[in-house]
């Protein structure tokens, strides 16, 4: 059974930075595609950043040179660095992890950017 779970989500000031966690366990493909979605108050979830089967990393326009993702195969986890930090980034964020056609979800991690 594979299992997602997020964590590093907290309360930041704004222009701060914020390093999320997802930890993944189970039998699985260390090098299938993975990534983030977020998901703000009243709206729909989104993409924001994902690493696909050729490990190249990708990321939406609005969090292009503040968010940086990393990874460490070795312990089936993956980083998303977040830095200046606006107000907009204030969200319920989901890591996702796919295997053998399947995609596994977390259980989300609250991030909000408040003074």
């Known amino acids: 059974q594979v299992q997602v779970v997020e964590s590093g989500g907290g309360l930041v000031q704004p222009g701060g930075s914020l390093r999320l966690s997802c930890k993944v366990s189970?039998?699985?493909?260390?090098?299938?595609?993975t990534g983030w979605y977020r998901q703000p108050p009243g709206k729909q979830r989104e993409i924001v950043a994902l690493i696909n089967l050729a490990g190249t990393m990708d990321y939406i326009d609005r969090v292009k040179g503040r968010f940086i993702l990393s990874r460490a195969d070795a312990k089936n986890e993956m980083y998303m660095q977040m830095s200046s930090l606006p107000p907009e980034d204030t969200a319920v964020y989901y890591c996702?992890?796919?295997?053998?056609?399947?995609?596994?979800w977390g259980q989300g991690t609250q991030v909000t950017v408040s003074s």
């Open positions: 996702y992890k796919d295997h053998n056609l399947k995609r596994f």
């Open positions: 189970g039998n699985i493909n260390s090098m299938s595609g």
